[in-house]
């Protein structure tokens, strides 16, 4: 989040559509919600919605939750390897592309996990899309990003659905930047803060 915020304030970007794949919708609703004047749109992209006070473990079903305290213990120092269930499935691209992109995985913060995301309502009025990957689901002992999707539906964001696994720049990048350059070219700016709230 603090990434974010500071590429933002350092090369001083303005109107820029934000968007986060996965756990990334905890990145860009907290660094909205510190510079909302920066922001255009926000993009979800099968990606977590917190609200305030929530964790990305909030939101995600217990059994995976455990999973990550368990991995945080065994490994000492807060550190957490990407979770199995969250590889791409082999035998979707082609093998020497999965495991490329294996290959450069890192481990994961155990706190970006389990710290909760502290939001003033700054970025409430920022117009939402939310793009849901349809090509399988997310099995982390149920699937999480359904519920966050209903929530978009539900809260009248624009909402549009992509044949594809979970991580779809990988699975379809031409189809993923289809959207992305489709959902950034949607109306005027006012039409756009017209179009959506925040849940």
Do not use: K, N
Request: with cysteine; aromatic share 6%.
């Amino acid at each position: 989040m603090d990434d974010v915020v500071g590429l933002l304030e350092f090369e001083d970007l303005h109107d820029v559509v934000l968007c986060g794949a996965s756990y990334g919708g905890m990145a860009i609703t907290g660094a909205a919600d510190r510079v909302p004047i920066r922001i255009r749109m926000l993009v979800f992209v099968d990606a977590l919605i917190p609200e305030d006070g929530q964790s990305a473990i909030d939101l995600l079903p217990e059994d995976f939750a455990e999973m990550v305290r368990a991995a945080a213990d065994e490994r000492g120092h807060g550190w957490v390897a990407i979770p199995q269930a969250l590889l791409p499935p082999a035998g979707l691209i082609p093998e020497e592309d999965r495991a490329r992109y294996i290959a450069r995985l890192r481990d994961q913060p155990a706190a970006t996990f389990t710290e909760p995301v502290h939001l003033t309502g700054a970025s409430a009025r920022l117009p939402r899309a939310f793009i849901r990957c349809t090509g399988g689901q997310l099995d982390v002992g149920g699937d999480p990003i359904e519920a966050m999707a209903a929530l978009a539906r539900a809260a009248g964001w624009l909402y549009r659905e992509l044949r594809a696994p979970h991580d779809p720049r990988l699975f379809d990048p031409a189809g993923t930047a289809a959207i992305l350059h489709e959902l950034a070219s949607t109306g005027s700016t006012d039409e756009r803060h017209s179009m959506s709230r925040s849940p």
